[in-house]
């Protein structure tokens, strides 16, 4: 996992492009290719989110659909002086928690890619059940973390969003982003370690679970 505070995505518009707040300005007073345009500019990036979420392609087009949806009606509320980049992350982290919630799946998808490097896998390994059985194991680990923590590990670790990034799409201050991405390691690794030294070789069983409240925040 990356170290905080390093490998910020640039969530500000091309040197030389119109800003995110002209363009919001612009949709405001009826343009709606300027919408079109904020739409070109994140819809990729947020799919990448909230597939790392849902994992599942068709329904995280439809909540990318549905989010820019939320963010068009909702402009008109918008404060200018704000960045259009969290708020609109806001509105789609959100929907992708609420969904997982609403389908009652205790157990997260598997936020880790498949490729072998990022999961510690030799390429060339013969039984390609060993691989299975981590990504299993790695999932099991997850489910033990609280939502609070997980949300921060997936957008820091696996997304690449700044620790400032985060506090703003989460609306919390950026020291506790910090604490929460340490307490979100700090917990996987002790999870891991605790399950690796007692259970046997291809062996999972369900995850200890922690209470979790939820991480919904205003948009």
């Known amino acids: 996992m990356s170290d905080p505070g390093t490998g910020s995505l640039d969530l500000h518009p091309l040197s030389g492009a119109v800003s995110d707040a002209r363009l919001v300005e612009e949709v405001r007073q009826g343009d709606q290719d300027a919408f079109g345009e904020l739409v070109r500019r994140y819809e990729g990036r947020l799919m990448s989110v909230l597939m790392r979420f849902v994992r599942d392609r068709e329904?995280?087009?439809?909540?990318c659909q549905e989010t820019f949806l939320r963010?068009?009606?909702?402009?008109?509320?918008?404060?200018?002086?704000?960045?259009f980049?969290?708020?609109?992350?806001?509105?789609?982290?959100?929907?992708?928690?609420?969904?997982l919630r609403k389908r009652k799946r205790r157990r997260w998808p598997l936020?880790?890619?498949?490729?072998?490097?990022?999961?510690?896998?030799?390429p060339a390994s013969p039984?390609?059940?060993?691989?299975?059985?981590?990504?299993?194991?790695?999932?099991?680990?997850?489910?033990?973390?609280?939502?609070?923590y997980r949300t921060v590990l997936v957008l820091r670790d696996l997304e690449n969003f700044s620790t400032s990034e985060i506090a703003a799409i989460l609306d919390r201050?950026?020291?506790?982003?910090?604490?929460?991405?340490?307490?979100?390691?700090?917990?996987f690794q002790r999870i891991w370690e605790r399950r690796q030294s007692v259970k046997?070789?291809?062996?999972?069983?369900?995850?200890e679970q922690e209470p979790e409240g939820s991480e919904h925040v205003g948009e």
């Open 127 to 148: 039984d390609p059940r060993e691989h299975l059985d981590l990504q299993q194991e790695v999932r099991q680990v997850l489910d033990g973390i609280p939502e609070q």
């Open 85 to 99: 980049g969290p708020w609109l992350f806001r509105i789609g982290v959100n929907l992708g928690l609420d969904t």
């Open 59 to 63: 329904l995280a087009r439809d909540l």
């Open 173 to 187: 201050k950026e020291a506790t982003i910090r604490w929460r991405l340490a307490e979100a390691r700090t917990r």
């Open 111 to 122: 936020f880790f890619s498949d490729s072998p490097s990022e999961l510690g896998i030799d």
């Open 200 to 207: 046997p070789p291809h062996t999972l069983g369900a995850p």
């Open 71 to 83: 963010v068009y009606e909702r402009l008109d509320k918008f404060d200018p002086a704000r960045r």
